[in-house]
């Protein structure tokens, strides 16, 4: 059963056309990680949660904001989107406390920007 | 966290081990060595991590050198869906932490 679910596997968004891409888990992690993996590159932190707590990355872009309404859920906002957004973005939990444990992906959702 | 250097592609025929090499020389005492996988199109799958012991499970070993510089993830037997760009990442222990991806490597089997 799939415990990282990501929806639409595929966004089509307009330039400049606020989107949002969701993110829940049934895990129960209290880490809530998005990433950002542009073709042929490495998937590259944007922000996490540890619990309702936000951790932004010092070069993730104003314009990527994210909310995190309860435990399994999480939500990537692009204000608005650029041709240069168009990426796969994925989220990954993972258990958080004191113990240094594995994380799980989703699928991702492939975003693009016409 | 310490940076990782790994070869940016290798082959390896099917059944065969594939051995994926990973430099981490400036690796510290608290940090884990852990090892992904993503194939194509998918999200990042786990795979396996140690501190200073050689690990093994059910999809791989991870052998780590005494002094910690380096390590190398065995595949005992690659098969045509382990074709993938493994991700080698050195994270810090004692509580959780982020995971930052380096370039990886792809790794290609053959028939």
């Known amino acids: 059963d799939a415990m990282v679910i990501q929806n639409p596997r595929y966004q089509v968004t307009q330039f400049g056309k606020p989107v949002t891409l969701s993110c829940s888990q049934t895990?129960?992690?209290?880490?809530m990680y998005w990433y950002q993996q542009k073709s042929s590159q490495a998937p590259k932190l944007l922000f996490h949660?540890?619990?309702?707590?936000?951790?932004n990355e010092a070069d993730t872009p104003d314009n990527f904001q994210s909310r995190r309404p309860n435990t399994s859920f999480c939500f990537l906002d692009i204000r608005s989107p650029g041709l240069g957004d168009a990426a796969m973005y994925l989220c990954a939990t993972s258990r958080g406390g004191n113990r240094n444990t594995e994380a799980f992906f989703g699928q991702g959702t492939r975003l693009t920007v016409v | 966290d310490a940076k990782t250097t790994q070869p940016t592609s290798m082959d390896c025929a099917e059944g065969r081990a594939a051995n994926l090499p990973c430099n981490h020389s400036t690796i510290s005492g608290n940090e884990y060595v852990y090892w992904y996988r993503q194939i194509h199109s998918q999200g990042p799958q786990y795979i396996i991590h140690?501190?200073?012991n050689n690990e093994t499970n059910e999809m791989a070993s991870l052998i780590i050198t005494e002094d910690r510089k380096s390590s190398t993830l065995i595949l005992p037997h690659a098969t045509l869906r382990d074709t993938a760009v493994y991700y080698c990442i050195v994270r810090a222990g004692g509580g959780y932490s982020t995971l930052t991806f380096g370039k990886g490597t792809m790794l290609l089997v053959s028939p």
């Open positions: 140690g501190l200073k």
């Open positions: 895990l129960n992690h209290n880490v």
């Open positions: 949660y540890y619990d309702k707590d936000f951790n």
